[in-house]
């Protein structure tokens, strides 16, 4: 059959993204979410989204890794996905949506899209690292020399080696300013590096004001493929009014040929 599939990227996270309210789409086959994600034989992509309806919200998204296993949240993608929504009228300019972590809100302007993130009370500070869920869980570390680093050598012995089968998303991260870091993640599921991971940015936005790098409620985070801003309060321990804002972009549309 002829499946009909967008492709975004939002900070060259990138996704392909199917319109799945009239369940088409077969939901269990990790297989062909694989071959769809697949950059030579497929359509690549660093995930699948579906955007689906819900009883108790605008739309509900339903998020695969590019190894074609359902995942946790994907910051980047729920951009993405609030894009697509809007561009299909399903959405004005405020949503409130349904993902696997819950009810998020955003906003789009152009572009941009703001999007709420979870809130989180516990970060756990290591000796040379922290660990947070931000939807997805992360860990993050601050290294020397970023652009030279090793991130497919480093991410995949820390993956494995600390956070076992289940795994961890692993951030490498460099203080560039008061409130500006650059990052570089390692991404489960993918399992390499991608250009940008919006849970992951927003876990390092929070481990580093956590651990006193910078007393900023908005931290500016580079990644490979672009820019995204992180902003929110701490309250009693406690990080809310958690906000991911970055571009979400439309790459391209069409159809291809599977086996459904
Ligand atoms: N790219 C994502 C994170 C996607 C989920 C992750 N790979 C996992 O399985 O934990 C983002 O933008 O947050």
Redesign the pocket.
């Known amino acids: 059959m002829e499946l009909q599939f967008f492709k975004y990227q ?1 900070t060259g ?1 990138d996704f392909v993204i199917i319109d799945n309210r009239q369940d088409i789409f077969p939901k269990n086959n990790t297989k062909l979410v694989a071959e769809l994600c697949d950059r030579r034989f497929g359509i690549g992509a ?2 699948l989204i579906l955007l689906e309806n819900d009883n108790v919200s605008d739309f509900k998204m339903v ?1 695969y ?1 590019a190894d074609g296993a359902e ?7 729920g951009r993405c996905l609030v894009a697509f929504a809007h561009y299909l009228g399903v959405i004005e300019e405020k949503t409130t949506f349904n993902a696997v972590d819950g009810l998020h809100k955003a906003t789009v302007e152009g572009d941009i899209v703001n999007l709420k993130m979870i809130d989180v009370d516990k970060i756990h500070e290591k000796q040379n690292h922290s660990f947070l869920d931000t ?3 992360h860990h993050v570390q601050l290294v020397k020399e970023l652009k030279q680093f090793d991130v497919q050598k480093e991410g995949k012995k820390l993956r494995y080696g600390i956070y076992g089968a289940s795994g961890s ?1 692993i951030n490498f991260v460099e203080q560039t300013s008061d409130n500006a870091f650059d990052v570089r993640t390692y ?4 399992e390499g590096e ?1 250009f ?5 940015v927003t876990a390092v936005a929070l481990a580093m004001h956590e651990s006193g790098k910078t007393a900023a409620n908005e931290v500016h985070i580079h990644t490979i493929g672009g820019d995204l801003t992180i902003s929110f309060e701490k309250k009693e321990g406690k990080y809310s009014n958690v906000f991911l804002k970055g571009p979400a972009i439309q790459v391209f549309k069409g159809t291809i040929e599977c086996s459904i």
């Open positions: 939002g996270n660093d995930g998020y890794n995942s946790t949240m994907c910051g980047n993608g939807g997805s869980p998303n991404e489960r599921g993918v991608t940008s991971c919006g849970t992951g």
